[in-house]
C-alpha cells in the first residue's frame, strides 16, 4: 500500500508520461480513429482524466467544479452505468474539444488532484481508487502507442513517430526447452503490491509434464512458415481463422510489406527492412496457433506460462496463450462503475502473458492477465513455444 | 469394438433411425434453410449418406459406381480438403435433388452398404470408419430434430410436428447441492467403448471445493429472473451478451411467446402453455451466464461437471459450462478429411455437457463435449448451477 | 370495356394458365426464394388468389367464409394498408402452407368467383376490379417463368423445366435505322381498352431528329464488347454501374457460362450452347447503357421508343431505356389499397418498354411501361440502340 | 471567354476564397470525415490544388517540379483513370499530410500558377482548363461550408463556424402562383460564358399549361406537414423513401432537434431557435416529395423550373425538382480525365435547380444542373411546389 506521499509523487510520473508519449504527435495525429479499436490520442488523454474527475474529485472534493459539463459525455468510454457517452465508433469524428482545450482540462484536473492529495487527509479506500486510475493512465499509456503506431503506420506516408523508441530488441541467447513437472501448482498474485482484480483469487491448478521455450518465435522463422505455404493451408487453422485469413486476404503480420522482393515493418522509427532475428510481433492468435500446429507444438496455457516465466526471460511481446480468458475461482465483481472496470465479463477473448516494448514502466508483473479477441494484431503480440 | 455384425446392425438401426424422425415431414418441410446454422432435413439426408459413401464405398468397394457424380458437391459440408462444395448459406436455394431423388441415393448407399459389411472381411480401420459414420449420424438425427423445430417453430402457422414427441420431462425432486472437495480428480474417457477423438487423452485436473445443484433450472424460476428486469440489467451481462441482447431484442428465452399475457412455447407438439416446472431451454450462454449471476452464483466448469454427474441426473438438456472448448492435452489430429472431422479447431465455443431429449439414443455420455457458439440457441440448452 | 360474361372466360383463362406455367415443376419447386427479388412460385399462386379474395370476395359476397384466417398474413406482399405481412426475405423460409394447400386455396378463390361471376350483377367499378385482379395475375404469370428460370438456373445440377419453352427466337432480317422527325408527339394510352394508371394521361412531347434500331443487339454482338475488355474500362459505365460489375465481379450476361472455352447458357430448357444471333438477354441497364457507349450509340428515351415501335418488331426482349420512372403528367393516385398497388411512387427505376418470351399471352401494348431497378437482370431484358 | 489577365485574376480571387472559408477553422476541424459524403476540409484544400498541378503545371510547364511525388495519390479523388488514390471512405484517417503542408502545397501551386499566367502565351485550349479548374474550385468551396456544417453540427458541443454567416434569409412577400402556358420551350445554356458541359445542348422541350410558387416552403409550412404525423403516413411516400424514413427513424429535416418542446436547428452561427418564416432546408427529396403528396401538389421539372425561373427570386436554396438526371440529347463525353469530371454517368440521382446562401459567389445560373441522390440532406436543400 503506497502512503499518501507516494501516492502523489506516483500520480505526478504517470500524468507527465502520458505527455511525454504525445509530445511527439502533430495536432492532426491527435484526432483520427481509422478503425473502432484505436482510439484517438487526444481521448485517452481526456478519458484518463475524465476518470479521476468523475471518481476522485467530483464526489470527494467540496464545492469541486467541474472544468467543463461535457467532459463526461465525451470522454467516457463503456462505463454504461454512468451515464450516455458518445458512441466508441464515432469517437474519430469529433475535431472538438481540440487538443489545446484537452491539454488545459488536463492540466485543471491535476493540479485540482496534487491540491487534493496535498492538503487533504484521504480514506485509504479512496487512495486505492487513485491508485486505480494510475493503473488505469498507465494501461492507456500503451494503448496510446499501439494506437500511435497503427494511425502512423496505415498512413501512405509512412511518417515516423520518433526514432529512439526501440520496438526490436534481440534475443542474444540459444533457444532451449524447459521442462516443467507434472503436479500442483499455485497460480494468481500473492504480494500485497498493486495487481488487478482478476489476477486475485491465488488457487491451485494440476499441470502435466511440460515444456516451454526460453526463447520467442523470431521473424525468421516467421518467414519460413510463410514461405512453406501455410496461410494456405486450411488444415493448419481454426475454422474462423481460415474465414479470417481469407475474408482479409492475410499473407503476413500487421505492419509487414513486401518491397521489391524484401521485407520491411512499420515500426515507431519509420519503414525499415525486416530484421530476421527480432521477435515476431504483431500477430493474431490465429496465427500463433497455425504457427505451432505447424511446428507440431503448441501454445502453452496461462498457467504453464505463469508457472515456468521465472525460467525465461520476458517482457518484449505480449505473448498469446492458448487459454481462453475467464475469471478466476471465488471471483467476485465489485460493486458499481469501477466494479465494470474491474469485472468486465468477457467471452471469445484469450489471454496474453507477460508485457511489450509499449509496456508502461513499471506496470509489468508475472501475474498479469492481459486479454484480446483472436483477430486482434495492432497490440505488440508475439509468441512462444510449448510441448 | 464392434463385431462386424454388429457394426451392420447399428449401420442398419442408425440409418433407419434418419428415415423415422423425417417420416412425419411435408416435402416441402425438407427444402428450406431460415437461417444459416439450420439446415434443410433433404440436406442432413444427403450429407450423412455421402459420408458413407465417400469414406467407405468409393476408396473401398471395387468397381463402386457413385450413385451419382454431383451428390459430393451438393451433400459436401464443411471439408474443405475433399473439394469443392455448395456453400452453407446457399443449401436452402437448393430445389433439386429432390426429396425422392435422395431417398433413392440413401436406398442404394444402404444396401451397397449393408452388402460389403456382410460379404467382405474389413479391416478394423475401415470397421472404425464406419462406426464413426454412424455416430456422425446420430449427430445429425440431433440436428434434425432441431432443425425441424425451427422450421415449424418459425412458421407463423406453428406447425405441430408430431404429437409423440417429448421435450419436457419434470425433475419431480427437491433442489439440493452436492459438495465435492478439492483435490486432483481425472478427467476424460477411460473405456473401450465408442467416443470422439476430443474425449481422450485422460488427464488429471485440480478442483477446489464446490458445489452443484442436483436440478436443472426450471422455467418458473426464469420467470422470476425476467420479472426482476434482468435482461435490461447491464452489469449482468458480457460485453458481447449485452450487444447481442439489444441487437436482437432479446426478451426471452428462444420459442417463447406471450399471448394475452400468458407465456407459451412453442414445442414439437404445437404452441402450448408454458409447463413452470419443466426445466428451461432454448437458451444461449449469455442468459445462462446472467441468470447464474442474478442469483449471486456461477456455472460449473466442464471438469466439475464430469466430475460430479455421477451424482445427479442429466440427459434432458445440453447444459451449458464456463469451459472454453479447447483440446485436451496431448491431442493430436488425426490425417485427412476425417481428421478435418474430428479435429476441428474451434475458437470462441462454449463447452456443453450432458445430453438432451433430441440426442440419439446411446449417443450420451459422461465424457461426451459438445460446443456452441455463445449466442445460439436453437439447441435444446439448459443450465446447471454451481457455487 | 368486358361483359361480365367475357369477365369471366378471362378469369377462367387467367387462373389456369396459372397452373398450367407450374405443372412443370416438382413440389420442392415451388418452395424455395434464393434471392430477395425471386419470389417462391407457391407463393406467387397464393398471393394472386388473396388478391381476388381480399378486394372482391371478402367485401362483396354476403357471408363470404374465407378459405383460412392465416392467408392475409403470408400472402399480402407490398400491400403496407391492408394488414400484416410475412416479410419479403422470408417467404423462402415457410415450408407451410404445403403446395397442396395452396392449390385448395385456389380452387376455393376460383371457384367462389366463378359462382359469384355467374349469379351476381356485379358493377362496372367492381368488374374493374376483377379485371385488374386478372391483369396482375397475368404480371405474376411472366413473373413466375422468370423465378422458376432463377430457381432452377442456380442450381447446381441445371434442371430442365420443359422442352417447349422458345427463350431464342432468331430475328432474321437486316439491321436498318429507323429515322423519325423533330417534333411534337402525342403518347399514352388512347383506346378503351385496359391498361394500368401509369400509360394514362396522353399528353405531348418533345422530340428532336433520332434514329433507332429495327432490330435488337444480339450474343454475337455483346460477345465482341466482352472481347474488348469492355467489362475493364471504367470510361465506359455509370458510377454506380462500375461499382456493381466490380462488386460482383460482373463478365458477362447473367445465365451464361463459359464451359471448356465456349460460351453456354442457361435456357428453360436447360443448359444449352449459346446461339450467337439470338437477341441479347439477361442484362443489367447499366451494362445496356455501356455497350452503347462503347459503340458510340445510346439507349432510346421511352418516348421515342414508343413513337418509333409501329416502324419495327418487338416482343421478345424488355428493351431498356434511357428514361427513369415517373408519374405522367397529371397522375393522380387511387384511394386505398389498390391505390398502393398502381400508384407505387418508384425512384431510381429505369422505365423498360416492349415485352417478353416469357410475358403472358395479350399483355403487352407499345404503351406499357415497365420499371426495374438498373441492376437487375433476372427478367428477359435486352436492348435496342438509337442514335 | 476570358483574356489571360482575367483568368489570372479570377484564380486568385477563387484560390483566396477557399482560404477565407477555412479561416475560421480549429486545426482540428480539417481532418475529420464523419460520413463517407462528407471530405475533411483540408482534403477539399489539396484536391484543389491538385487539381491545377496535375491538368496544368505538370503537362505545361517545362522541368515542372512536384511539390511532392506522394499528392496524387492523396488528393486524387474519383478519377480512376489518373492512377491509385486513396479510398475515399479513409480520408478521414489520414492526420498527415498536416494542415500546415496543405497550406505550403497551395502556395507553391498557386505561385507557379500565377507565374504560368503571367509569363507565358497560353492556349485557348489550356485557358478552359484553368477556368474549369477554378470552377471546380468553387464547387468545391460550396462543400467545404456545407461540409463545415456537418462537421460541427454533429458533434456534441455544436460549437458556431462564424457568427456572420446567413443562412435563412426570409422571403417577404406574399405565395402566388406563377402560370405557364403549354407550348414548345428552348432550354439548356445559350451565352457564350462559361457553363459546365451537363447544361450544354440547347433543345427543345414540350410543357403543358402548368403554375409553380413565387416562394419556397418555409419551416412554418413543414411543421404543420409533421404535426400532421406525415412521416408515419406510408402512402405519400415511395418505397425507397419510407424504407429511408423507418430505417433511419427520420422525424424532422436534418439539423432540426426538438428540446424543450421547441424546434431548434444548427446553423452555422450554432444552435438557434428555429426561425418559422425562412425557408425550409437540409430535406431529402423523399421528403420534398412526401410534402408535395400531402398537399396535393408536385414538384416541378427541371425544365419547368428552368422555363419559369426568370419570374421568381431563387439563389437561397437548392430546389429538388422530379427529374432524373440524365445527359441532355447529343451528348458527348470527353475524352480523358477531363471527361471523367464533366461526364460522369449518374443513374439515380436527382435534379437540383438554383442555387444556395453556400453557393461561391457568381458560380449560379439558371441553366445549372446540379444533381445528388434522393436521400442526401447536408446540402442547403429546399423545395418550390408547382401544380
Known sequence: MLSQEQLLDFFKKTRAHSELICSFLETEDYVVQPIEDVSPPKWHLGHTTWFFEEFVLKPNVKNYKLFDKNSAYVFNSYYESVGDKVIRTNRGNLSRPTVAWVYEYRNYVSKAMQKFLKEEKISEELC??????????????????????????????????????KENPIQDFKQEWISISEGVYEVGHKTDDFC?????GVHKVYLNDYQISNKLVTNAEFIEFIEAGA???VLLWHAEGWDWVNNNNIEAPFYWHKIDGEWHQYTLNGLTKLVPEAPLSHISYFEAFAFAQW????????????????????GTRWEW?????????????????LGEYNGKFMVSQKVLRGSSVATSPN????TYRNFFHPHLRWQFTGLRLAK
Open 295 to 314: 511446428k507440431n507444438l503448441r501454445l502453452p496455457t496461462e498457467f504453464e506460462w505463469e508457472t515456468a516465466q521465472q525460467y525465461f526471460n520476458w
Open 363 to 366: 506496470h509489468s508483473r508475472p
Open 196 to 200: 488487478y482484480d482478476n489476477e486475485q
Open 321 to 337: 496463450t492458448e487459454s481462453a480468458y475467464s475469471p478466476y475461482p471465488n471471483y467476485t465483481k465489485p460493486k458499481g462503475a
Open 231 to 233: 496461410y494456405k493451408d
Open 128 to 165: 486505492g481508487v487513485v491508485e486505480i486510475g494510475c493503473h488505469h493512465e498507465k494501461q492507456h499509456q500503451e494503448l496510446l502507442l499501439t494506437d500511435i503506431k497503427y494511425i502512423l503506420g496505415n498512413n501512405p506516408l509512412f511518417p515516423e513517430y520518433n526514432d529512439q523508441f
